[in-house]
Structures are given as structure tokens and as C-alpha cells.
């Protein structure tokens, strides 16, 4: 098993550059298509129900179907847009999402025709910052894209998209920071060899949880999917968009779904590495075969992705802030602390003391944080109540009436 570095990078041919940019876009674009159908699929099964079934081998070719079909519909402008933002916010949002895989390795050192090679496009000593700054460019599309329609539910929905990345980028930067504290380095390839004896789930548990919540939130999915309620906003950002600009804005999602889970795999679950014990077998983490284990990995949190979707329901907004802003940033930057003490304290220790230190202390960690999120999940909606009026004020919500409209009520009449 060779794992690369960042010597390994910027001597290939600029042929196998392209070939590489070509298959991570291919491998991006066949992942959204299959994500779509095995999403409806899921779905169905789990609210027993058949799903697509029709178009190709039970229902197989229906994402291509639907694909076909969304680019020879009508587009439609309305009139009223701010017409240059509105055509390019969808560009916006599906740039960044494929943009940022460039980083990503899918496996080890390969033979290409000849060329010693390893299995990523690019590799930066501040990879994990590149991807946190490149997908945060992304929710300019959703902004964009909510302020040029001219209409107020897109407008609420961009609105709540910015609330959303703020809130939940800052805990999602701390879970990396404690990474960078165990592995001393940012690339993503170097961190992935740094876990050669032990997956940083084991290690970092409670930056792993809170990645795992904070990424739902990152990509505007269920129970988290505010920007695009359409319960309240009728379709949220995207309200006023059809045909191909409507499917960018989806392809650009599930890219980011993707863009997410392989970046939860490559920090916390070894990344291209076989889980044991398949990692006993001769050649599990050498040649081709580690990409196999690499999109099984992904595979499984684009499950959670559904799974999560087809249970939870939509959170109230109030209980999305607290969860972000009284749970998951003030637990994450206290475990960064504990990671930097533990760190500090086993300088010169044993490899193997520092991770059970580090694995205790994660498991009391992670608990505490599961009962701050259970706490915050059961916040009453009457907390969102307005305070009780004063005796003789009309208690009218969420505004009391003006006073024309007191002047104009209709005397009541006897019937005398």
C-alpha cells in the first residue's frame, strides 16, 4: 500500500490531468442520477409503496427520463427579475459543488499507461480549507437565485439559506480543526494516511457527530430543508425557476450530498481504506480495488441522506438555531480544547495511550451532546409566544390592529 502525499502531485501528463477532471465529473453526474432513483426507491419501500417502476428495468432509467424531460420543457422568465443574477444563479450554485471534489482521493498510487499516479485530481497543503471556502461560494447561487426573482417566498428562502451556512459552517470549522490537531495537516491525502492506524471516528467522535448534522444542514436537506419549505414558501429560492435552470439547482444539491459524504469519509472513516477486517486481506488497500471500498463509504451517509428524509419531519426554525447556535458550536469548540489538552499532555506518550485517552473522553463527550440535541429538539412552541398584553391593550398577533381598523369595526346592533 502506497499512500500519496504532496510530492505525489503536479507530475502527470497534462492528458491524464484531463482524464482525471472527465472521470470525477462523469462519477459525479452517474452519482446524482443514481441518487435520485434510489431515493424514490428507498423512499417508496420504506412508506410501502412501489416507486418507479416503469421507464427501463424496474424503473432504472426514470432519473434519465426525468432528465430528458426537464430540458425540453419551456423555460420560463418572469417578468420582473433582475434577468443576468437569475440566469446565473443557477451556475453559481453547480460550479462549486463539482469544483470542490477536485481534492478528494479515491484511492492509492496507480500504474496509468505507465505513469505512477495517484487516484485524485489535485491535493493542496490546505485542502480541507479549500473545500470549506469553495462549497460556501455555493450558497451565493441559493441567495441569488432567491433575491433576483422579484417575489417574496424566494426572497424568505435565500434569507434562510444565508442564516443556515452561517450557523452551521462555524461548527462544521471546528469539527476540522480537531482533525488538524491529530493529524497535523490539511491536505486530504496526508490525513487519510495519518488514519492508517486508527479511523478518526474512534478518536474524534464528537466531531464526527456533529460533522454529520451539520453536513444535513450544509446542503439544505430534510429535516433541515428551510430555504425550500413547501409547506411555507411554496418552493422556496427556486420558486420562480423551470426546465434546465430548475435542474441545475437539483444537480447542484445532490453534487453536494456527494461533496459531503466523501469528505465525512475521507476525515473520519479512512477514507479509501478497506474497514476491517477486509483491511486483513493481502492487496484490500492496494491497485484499483480501494475505490470500491472508497464509494461504498460515500454510499452509506447518501442512505442516511434518505433515511433521514423519509423519517424526521421539518424542524421548526427556532429549534435550527438552537440546535446550531446553544448545542453544536459551543460543544465543538470545547472538544476542540479537550483534543488540544490531550494532545499536549501525551506529547511524548505512547500512540496507543493518546487514542484511548482520546476515545474516552470522546464517548462523554458525545453523550453530552446527544442530550444538549435531545433538549433542544423538545423546546415548546410556546416559547414563541408573545408576551401577555397589559389590561385594556388589544393582544392582537403578530401585530396589533391600526387604528383605522379599530375605527371601522361594526357596532354591535341590539335586538331590542
Not at 499512500?3 to 490531468?17: E, I, K
Not at 432519473?63 to 453559481?92: C, N, Q, R
Not at 493481502?282 to 463509504?297: D, I, Q, Y
Amino acid at each position: 500500500m502506497t499512500f500519496p502525499n504532496l510530492d505525489s502531485f503536479g507530475h502527470d501528463p497534462w492528458w491524464l490531468v484531463v482524464a482525471k477532471a472527465v472521470v470525477v465529473f462523469v462519477f459525479l453526474v452517474l452519482t446524482v442520477l443514481v441518487a435520485i432513483l434510489a431515493e424514490r426507491k428507498v423512499m417508496a419501500r420504506m412508506q410501502r409503496r412501489l416507486g418507479p417502476n416503469r421507464v427501463g428495468w424496474h424503473g432504472a432509467l426514470q432519473s434519465l427520463a426525468d432528465g430528458v424531460k426537464l430540458a425540453l420543457k419551456e423555460g420560463l422568465t418572469p417578468v420582473g427579475v433582475d434577468k443576468p443574477i437569475y440566469l446565473l444563479a443557477p451556475i453559481i450554485a453547480v460550479i462549486p459543488a463539482v469544483t470542490a471534489f477536485a481534492v478528494i482521493p479515491f484511492g492509492p498510487m496507480v500504474s496509468v499507461f505507465g505513469h505512477h499516479t495517484p487516484l485524485q485530481l489535485t491535493d493542496l497543503p490546505v485542502a480541507v480549507l479549500f473545500i470549506l471556502a469553495i462549497t460556501s461560494i455555493g450558497v451565493y447561487g441559493i441567495v441569488l437565485a432567491g433575491w433576483s426573482s422579484g417575489s417574496t417566498y424566494p426572497l424568505l428562502g435565500g434569507l434562510r439559506s444565508t442564516a443556515q451556512v452561517i450557523s452551521y459552517e462555524i461548527a462544521m470549522g471546528l469539527c476540522f480543526a480537531a482533525v488538524f490537531l491529530l493529524s497535523s495537516t490539511m491536505s486530504t491525502s496526508e490525513i487519510i494516511s495519518s488514519q492508517h492506524r486508527h479511523w478518526f471516528i474512534l478518536l474524534l467522535l464528537p466531531s464526527f457527530v456533529i460533522y454529520a448534522i451539520s453536513m444535513v444542514g450544509e446542503t439544505n436537506r430534510a429535516p433541515f430543508d428551510l430555504p425550500e419549505a413547501e409547506g411555507e414558501l411554496v418552493g422556496g429560492f427556486h420558486t420562480e425557476y423551470s426546465s434546465l435552470k430548475f435542474a441545475m439547482f437539483m444537480l447542484a444539491e445532490y453534487i453536494n450530498m456527494t461533496t459531503v459524504s466523501a469528505l465525512a469519509t475521507t476525515l473520519f472513516l479512512g477514507g479509501w481504506m478497506a474497514p476491517w477486517p477486509l483491511s486483513l486481506l493481502p492487496g484490500a488497500n492496494s491497485g484499483w480495488l480501494p475505490v470500491v471500498w472508497f464509494v461504498a463509504k460515500v454510499w452509506v451517509f447518501m442512505f442516511v441522506f434518505i433515511w433521514l428524509r423519509t423519517t424526521l419531519p421539518r424542524l421548526r426554525y427556532d429549534q435550527f438555531m438552537n440546535l446550531g447556535w446553544k448545542v453544536l458550536i459551543p460543544t465543538s469548540l470545547a472538544w476542540v480544547v479537550v483534543v488540544a489538552l490531550i494532545r499536549a499532555a501525551t506529547m511524548h506518550s505512547a500512540d496507543g495511550t493518546r487514542a484511548l485517552i482520546l476515545a474516552g473522553a470522546g464517548v462523554l463527550v458525545a453523550v453530552a451532546l446527544l442530550a444538549g440535541i435531545v433538549r433542544a429538539m423538545r423546546a415548546p412552541a410556546e416559547a414563541l409566544a408573545p408576551p401577555p398584553a397589559a389590561p385594556g391593550v388589544d393582544a392582537g398577533f403578530p401585530t396589533p390592529p391600526l387604528p383605522a381598523a379599530r375605527s371601522a369595526r361594526v357596532p354591535e346592533v341590539s335586538n331590542v
